[in-house]
């Protein structure tokens, strides 16, 4: 059984279309998160959820919305996409506490044209 | 700023060799600490993780990191490279001053040469 599993795993698309990837982890942990990695495989979190509620938005544009209708789920949603959208975009699960280590689905990668 | 810096975006050794992959970090607030791998066209797993226990953690696959607080490093090594280690290794820092986040470094490609 896959843990924490992203779909699609390759999205194509045009610029100005609105897009979403759809996240679900079954471990049962309270926390998930958006994570973007660029081309030179830079990691950057994006959004923290904890038991459905935001705790980490970092500097990304407005165009990217999360959303989470339940702890199990956190769904990313990309309005507008633009040509610097263009990355593979991983979802991450972990349990409450600081010390609890990422469990990460394997990605999507999103190329916009 | 807090960071995370890996030296070296590439790292080549011969099958068999030690393994030397650098990581430090900026901080006066100890970390926890975890070493991630990414192979090819996957997500990332989990290697090792400190979290303020032994000084000298030991992770899957054979390798292991030393959390040196005097040098604040937490280099990851193995003793003899296989093949099949060749991937991308993440560092990667959860400061408890800063929300919890998990911050990563910018990665070290590992290539291991027959």
Same mark, same amino acid.
């Given at each position: ?14 610029? !100005?279309? *609105?897009? $979403? ?16 990695? *660029? ?17 980490? @938005? ?6 990217? +919305? ?12 990309? @309005?507008?996409?633009?040509? !610097? ?8 699960? #972990?349990?409450? !506490? +600081? ?9 999507? %990668?999103?190329?916009?044209? | ?10 790292? #080549? ?8 992959? %650098?990581?430090?970090?900026?901080? #006066? ?13 996957? !997500? ?7 979290? $303020? ?16 607080? $005097? ?8 003793? #003899?490279?296989?093949? $099949? *280690? ?11 001053? +800063? ?9 070290? %490609?590992?290539?291991? %040469?027959?």
């Amino acid at each position: 059984d896959t843990a924490v599993s992203q779909t699609p795993k390759y999205l194509v698309t045009q610029m !100005g279309n *609105d897009k $979403s990837i759809k996240c679900e982890q079954n471990l049962g942990h309270d926390t998930m998160y958006w994570y973007k990695q *660029d081309s030179k495989k830079f990691l950057k979190i994006m959004f923290s959820y904890n038991n459905k509620e935001l705790i980490i @938005n970092e500097t990304v544009p407005n165009r990217f +919305s999360p959303k989470s209708p339940d702890k199990a789920h956190l769904n990313l949603h990309i @309005n507008s996409l633009e040509l !610097g959208d263009s990355a593979v975009y991983f979802c991450a699960s #972990s349990q409450q !506490g +600081s010390n609890s280590p990422l469990h990460f689905g394997n990605g999507t %990668r999103l190329t916009v044209t | 700023a807090q960071s995370v810096t890996q030296l070296g975006s590439h790292v #080549s050794v011969s099958e068999g060799a030690l393994v030397l992959l %650098r990581c430090n970090y900026s901080s #006066s607030v100890p970390p926890y600490l975890f070493w991630y791998v990414q192979y090819p066209n996957q !997500g990332l797993q989990l290697l090792l993780k400190y979290t $303020s226990a032994a000084t000298l953690v030991k992770g899957i696959n054979g390798f292991e990191a030393e959390f040196k607080k $005097s040098e604040t490093s937490f280099h990851l090594t193995k003793p #003899s490279a296989h093949m $099949s *280690d060749a991937a991308e290794y993440f560092c990667a820092v959860i400061w408890m001053d +800063s929300s919890y986040k998990l911050i990563f470094g910018s990665g070290t %490609r590992l290539l291991v %040469r027959p």
